[in-house]
């Protein structure tokens, strides 16, 4: 698992590097927003600052959007294919490889944001940070349902049953951490409420008497949600395909489709 994720991380660094790129634009487009704003003093700087805030937001949710689906595409639905599944590692291993990455671009993402927003004068505190973990859990969640609904689309479904199956799939989770947050609602003080704040299923904080405390409730949901889909992910992979393959299988995929300088990275 160790070196396929390695190889994973080296195929991703393009992306990686581009990703960075972009927030280098949206820095210097900060940093000369702020210039002009101390000379002038001007009310349209605060509103470009406050467009280059919104940009950055929706730059982090599109990139970490098509970053998840790219990257279980490529191995289900390209060439790559061909040495992944040929590779001596476990459905769940796979998985999970997947995940790291996944999760490593996300805190990428962050820190490349937090550091934006730091040079507008808007810091990172506990309560944003558990906010973050709160957000990647929805964001592995996010990536399993995407996954199993690419799995489905090449093994088991047509592409627009697969996609009803998923909706349907998506309503359920979330209809249901509705219902349980409405009914028991466990913050970290050990108070429980019931039909305090309907929409608490998206949040990692609840405001109660005019203070804030961490959903329990959210959390775990939304843990247990994810380590569900992640076991039915890896028994359909394992159902559908062998990642067990002998090493001599392996050197021939290996060297037929990605040549023969690289054939021993995977020893």
Partial sequence: ??????YDVKSNMKFFIST?????????????????GAISRSLEINSALNSI???VVAVFILTISYFIINTFYKDL???RSILTFSLPISAKEFI????VVINIFYWLLVFLSVFLFYIVGKYLNTKSLLSLIFIMNLINVFSMLIFLFMQMDRFIFRKKTSALVIFIITGLIFGLGFFINKNFLLLHNKI?????NYMAFVYSYVKYKGESYINLTGFIYYILIFMGLFLINAKILKKD????WGF?????VYRNCWGSNNINNFK
């Avoid at 698992?1 to 390695?6: A, E, H």
């Avoid at 429980?192 to 305090?196: I, R, T």
């Avoid at 001599?248 to 021939?252: A, D, G, I, V």
């Fill in 192 to 196: 429980v409420l019931k039909n305090y």
């Fill in 53 to 55: 805030e919104i940009i």
């Fill in 77 to 79: 639905y390209t060439n």
């Fill in 1 to 6: 698992m160790r070196k396929y994720l390695k």
């Fill in 248 to 252: 001599y299988e392996q050197k021939y």
């Fill in 20 to 36: 960075i790129a972009s927030f280098v634009i949206l820095l210097i487009s900060l940093l000369s927003i702020k210039t002009i």
């Fill in 96 to 99: 999970l490889a997947k995940l």
């Fill in 241 to 244: 395909l062998d990642l067990s």
